[in-house]
Nanobody
Framework: QVQLVESGGGLVQAGDSLRLSCAASGRAFGSFAMGWFRQAPGKEREFVSGISRNGDWTEYADSVKGRFTISRDNGKNILLLQANSLKPDDTAVYFC????????????????????WGQGTQVTVSS
């Protein structure tokens, strides 16, 4: 198992930046592909970004491409999401998720393929 704890959310203005963190504990962090998802009120959870076990492969939702950057530090057991040029539409609870991955290149955008989830951190972007 792995336990995931997100942090770094907050209330910001449009155009500002935030860096979200996800601290992992338990099993070896490097054995998991990781992802960020978000859920706005009244909407379904949606994929934001994903990263492979070794960090070499990444995926982004079209809505955040060019503004958000995912990264990981396997030595520190931490997943990061740098969110720049934030928009009111980015307002949501952001979740990190982990997926057991046999392949170092594996990345998935599908929520149902992830095995473990954090509790989420709220991001609110005012206009």
């Amino acid at each position: 198992q792995v336990q995931l704890v997100e942090s770094g959310g907050g209330l910001v203005q449009a155009g500002d930046s935030l860096r979200l963190s996800c601290a992992a504990s338990g099993r070896a962090f490097g054995s998991f592909a990781m992802g960020w998802f978000r859920q706005a009120p009244g909407k379904e959870r949606e994929f934001v970004s994903g990263i492979s076990r070794n960090g070499d492969w990444t995926e982004y939702a079209d809505s955040v491409k060019g503004r958000f950057t995912i990264s990981r530090d396997n030595g520190k057991n931490i997943l990061l999401l740098q969110a720049n040029s934030l928009k009111p539409d980015d307002t949501a609870v952001y979740f990190c998720a982990a997926r057991d991955a046999a392949s170092t290149w594996y990345v998935t955008t599908k929520a149902w393929e992830y095995d473990y989830w954090g509790q989420g951190t709220q991001v609110t972007v005012s206009s």
